[in-house]
């Protein structure tokens, strides 16, 4: 008999051979800005790190929304260009690894690991507080490295695990569905807030001024670094809207510009939101101890009152769920990546025989974070949030920062091949990646003062101290160092003596030689052959 | 024109039962064979493509033991495998109208129905949405 094998994605081979089946074009353009956007978890990000950003930069944090899109963005072009050539599970890993050379690859791929790590924390401890907020125990939420906030944590965490684990999705339209009523009720939010304002009905509410984005009236140089370091991190996740683009439905455009369109949508509601939140009742209400931690919750009840605030409590939690669900997934598709390409312990790459997920990878992932969270709320009580969310603007820009290097070394015969090649592939990357290991450096030294960390006076490693001028900048360090210094350089250390120990036992993984691409559009070699499965 | 017997496998106890079964329809029926395996990651997270891999090749191994069972029990019956990279329900939703199939075969999960509707079953979710009779059969069935 004849085997139709049609247009419809599904191919065949004759008998006694395994078949193998076709690529189909799913994802649309809705959808892919969906995953992009949700990704990111506006809500989420800005109840965590809202707070901490006016607590840096003041009145101006609208401007650092602005100013932390430019790298974002930059980034995004090497996203782009090189899942063209590579479209791994690694990502970075492997790009990395390609362009650079193993080494530093191994150790980008590790900076997303830690980076994954980091973030737990904060979003178990955001759900948590945001949880008993709901139900009115406000008295319990205040408290956010307190016994019961941790317990709903580490749940959270259990169940997000799980759930990732058993591979449950929740359906795209339903995906859809959470994510528009996110963003319609940020923009009520707004909307409102900025309409009591002009107003006048809130005590202590300044106008909106377009002087609130001009970055250049942000002193010092580290607070701006400190503030753009924090806005990283609200900006993190999109960049998935490109690494779906196989399966979307027009390759070639639509994920180019489903990512473009979530930055842009991400950028509109982070300075919306930060204009209508300090306008309302000004710098100090975000910034003060009760608040800065949980800005959405304190806000929503001053902006719609109850029982409407509940909505925003609510969007926060769905939204830090879409986040944790989307730090599992790709922190276990990266160890998995690893593992396949003899980088990481095989372990990592089994795959569950009934639910089909990373089994081993998901369930380490969620063990060490578990740890990893009720250890943090031990060593730096009540800071958990803080620190956390400082730390990870190290490794974000560790990763994307090497990311946008990988592309320009990558591609570096095609730059002068055309101008838009010049400009996409090679300028927006490099200058990203600039930007991002400058704020790297600055805040190094910022941080390095725990006066600057948001524990204030908690000082770790008390021995340490050194001072010197550099720019015109004075950087010392008194008395030990900040902790999210030594939280996000720290596990990004970590990485080295790792790296080496796998080194002594693996060499095969080690030897090869750095690639080039051979043009804009050819697909790259499978990075371990063998590896990959041959598509004939 | 072809009008196969469509069997979803995916290795379970379920499954295995419902190709005992699907090889007796199709030789009732003196039909051809198709064995469906579908799996698709979860977009949601980005980066993919070494999952796909992994998971593609389960699919095979997994068919190419399917394969050898399903001629084991009937040599006569022309029977192929099919990975498609699709969730399962849709993957054989699809594989059902290329092949103008006349039934699909599934195994039961043997879940209890609450467990089933958490986690999608996909019994459950075929009977509604197939255009095609769709035949379940129990694990330890048969």
Redesign the interface.
């Known amino acids: 008999m004849t085997i139709t094998t049609g247009d419809v994605g599904v191919s065949s081979v004759p008998e006694e051979s395994a078949g193998k089946g076709l690529k189909v074009g799913a994802l649309g353009l809705v959808s892919s800005l969906v995953i992009g956007v949700a990704s990111t978890a506006p809500a989420y990000s800005l109840a965590a790190t809202l707070g901490f950003v006016a607590a840096y930069v003041g009145i101006q944090s609208p401007a650092v929304m602005l100013l932390a899109f430019v790298p974002m963005l930059f980034i995004a072009a090497a996203y782009y260009y090189l899942n063209r050539a590579d479209p791994d599970c690694g990502t970075t890993f492997t790009w990395v690894t390609r362009a650079i050379g193993p080494k530093t690859g191994w150790l980008a791929g590790w900076g997303i690991l830690v980076t994954d790590l980091v973030v737990m924390p904060n979003l178990a401890s955001v759900a948590g507080v945001y949880t008993f907020h709901l139900f009115g125990a406000h008295g319990i939420a205040n408290d956010s490295s307190g016994f019961w906030v941790t317990v709903v944590g580490v749940v959270w965490i259990i169940v997000m695990t799980l759930i990732c684990y058993i591979g449950i999705e929740l359906s795209a339209r339903t995906q859809v569905a959470l994510l528009g009523a996110e963003i319609v009720i940020l923009f009520v939010f707004a909307i409102v807030a900025l309409a009591k304002v002009y107003a006048g009905s809130s005590a202590h509410s300044i106008r909106p001024s377009f002087e609130w984005l001009n970055p250049f009236r942000i002193h010092p140089i580290g607070a701006l670094s400190a503030g753009m370091l924090l806005a990283v991190f609200i900006y993190w996740g999109w960049d998935t809207a490109v690494t779906v683009n196989e399966e979307a439905k027009d390759a070639r455009r639509t994920p180019g510009r489903a990512a473009l369109m979530s930055t842009l949508v991400l950028l509109l509601i982070y300075v919306v939101v930060s204009f209508a939140a300090q306008s309302l009742h000004g710098v100090g209400f975000l910034t003060n101890g009760n608040n800065e931690g949980d800005v959405l919750n304190a806000l929503g009840t001053a902006v719609f009152g109850s029982p409407w605030n509940k909505l925003l409590l609510i969007c926060v939690l769905t939204s830090a769920s879409s986040s944790t669900q989307t730090t599992i997934l790709p922190a276990a598709r990266s160890s998995l990546s690893m593992a396949v390409h003899k980088a990481f312990p095989r372990r990592f790459a089994d795959i569950h025989p009934k639910y089909l997920s990373p089994g081993f990878s998901t369930l380490v992932f969620g063990a060490v974070s578990v740890v990893w969270y009720v250890a943090l709320d031990l060593l730096s009580p009540g800071d958990v949030l803080a620190n956390s969310i400082l730390a990870l603007g190290f490794g974000i820009a560790f990763y994307y920062g090497l990311t946008g290097f990988a592309c320009v070394f990558y591609y570096r015969k095609h730059l002068l091949k055309s101008f838009k090649n010049f400009i996409f592939i090679g300028l927006a990357p490099f200058l990203g990646a600039v930007i991002l290991t400058v704020l790297f450096v600055i805040a190094i030294f910022y941080y390095s003062d725990p006066a600057n960390s948001n524990s204030g006076t908690q000082a770790w490693f008390p021995f340490i101290h050194f001072n010197f001028t550099f720019l015109h900048q004075h950087f010392y360090v008194k008395k030990g160092l900040g902790p999210p210094l030594v939280l996000g350089v720290g596990f990004l250390l970590i990485g080295v003596p790792l790296m080496l120990l796998w080194m002594a036992r693996n060499r095969d993984f080690f030897r090869r030689d750095r690639e080039l691409a051979e043009s804009v559009d050819s697909p790259a070699p499978p990075l371990t052959p063998g590896v990959t499965p041959v598509t004939d | 024109m072809?009008s196969d017997i469509i069997l979803g496998y995916?290795?379970?106890d379920g499954s295995k039962a419902a190709l005992a079964v699907a090889v007796a329809v199709a030789r009732a029926f003196d039909a051809?064979l198709?064995i469906v395996f579908g799996?698709e990651p979860?977009?949601?997270?980005?980066?993919?493509?070494?999952?796909?891999?992994?998971?593609?090749?389960?699919?095979?191994?997994m068919?190419?033991g399917a394969?050898a069972d399903a001629k084991k029990l009937d040599a006569g019956v022309?029977?192929?495998?099919?990975?498609?990279?699709?969730r399962p329900v849709e993957?054989l939703l699809?594989?059902a109208?290329?092949?103008q199939a006349r039934v699909i075969v599934v195994g039961g999960t043997g879940e209890r129905p609450i467990v089933g509707a958490?986690?999608?079953s996909v019994p459950h979710k075929l009977l509604h949405r197939s255009e095609v009779p769709v035949l379940v059969v129990p694990a330890g069935g048969e």
């Open positions: 072809a995916d290795g379970s051809p198709s799996y979860n977009p949601m997270g980005g980066e993919t493509a070494d999952y796909k891999d992994k998971l593609e090749k389960i699919g095979q191994t068919l190419a394969l022309h029977t192929e495998v099919l990975v498609v990279p699709m993957s699809e594989a109208l290329e092949r958490i986690l999608g």
